[in-house]
């Protein structure tokens, strides 16, 4: 298959690395890294170790129709994706988005419909340096159409296994993809405000307590928007997660500490206001969405 990965940070270089053992892979991300990795390979330490050698670029102009592209750019990047990803996009190809948050599936909906697929990861990746990212947490990857086409979604997760990827199919994916903004909205912005790995959740009361308020107003928020999260209870997932990837700094930490824009928008942010949109109060979620905003 050709596959691009538009947007090859920490996740998409793994995905793309993977991949890149039985498919004609192409990363498209920042410069330094694709130099990195045009000169010595994408080099994966942690869970999984090993040396690959998928094509990166910094741009995607003139690569032609793909059989697949993964979507993996920050949330706040999706619309501008969208227009650079277009000229990839034939009547087989696959879009599919390994994103955070909340609205990606809409905004990529309403440009490619049914060939969209929602990717849901559980996984702790970071970068180590251009060229080099450490797996610190495998879980699995949810996948599902919003527009229904399991076929199609069956098909990526297939691909996605065939390369050591964990993957499981969901008939409908919007509470898994409420799920992850749940648990990134528990632990992001306290990691990146009090500068810890994930694994801090569950090490002090406080910031356990603290994730744990943050969870339930979003289970409130999803259950009055009509969502429904499943038996147990949410919270349980977060401290899985967070054990999980106790080694992991997070995504949001990472950037707070490159002084790069995070995602709280998509994540708290679009959360506070999909509760608050059905007169509920989120005052936990929107104190830490100031408060990353803040630095």
Known sequence: MRIVVFG????????????SEDHDVTLVGRQEHVDAVNGS????????????????????????????????????????????????????????????GLGNSEILGRSFGPRVIMGVPFMGVTFSRPGHVCLAGLGETVMGSPSGQHGLAIRVSETLSAVGLSTRVSANIFPEIWMKAIVNASINPITALV??????????????????????????????????????????????????????????????????????????????????SRGLSMPVNRALWSLVRSL
């Open 41 to 100: 390979g994408l080099h994966i330490s942690g869970l999984r170790e090993g040396v690959y050698r998928p094509k990166a670029r910094t741009s995607a102009e003139g690569l032609g129709i793909q059989d697949l592209v993964l979507v993996t750019v920050k949330a706040y990047d999706t619309r501008t994706a969208v227009r650079e990803v277009e000229a990839m996009v034939g009547e087989g190809t696959a879009v599919v988005s390994l994103q955070n």
């Open 195 to 276: 500068r810890r790995e994930n694994g801090c959740i569950c090490q002090q009361r406080e910031l356990r307590e603290l994730s744990k308020a943050v969870c339930q107003e979003c289970t409130k928020a999803a259950e009055a928007n009509g969502i429904a999260l499943g038996r147990g209870d949410p919270f349980d997932k977060v401290v899985e997660v967070a054990r999980m990837t106790a080694r992991n700094r997070s995504s949001m930490l990472q950037d707070v500490e490159r002084g790069k824009r995070t995602e709280i928008d998509a994540i708290n942010g679009a959360l506070a206001e999909a509760g608050e």
């Open 8 to 19: 090859a940070g920490a996740l998409g270089s793994l995905y793309g690395g993977l991949l």
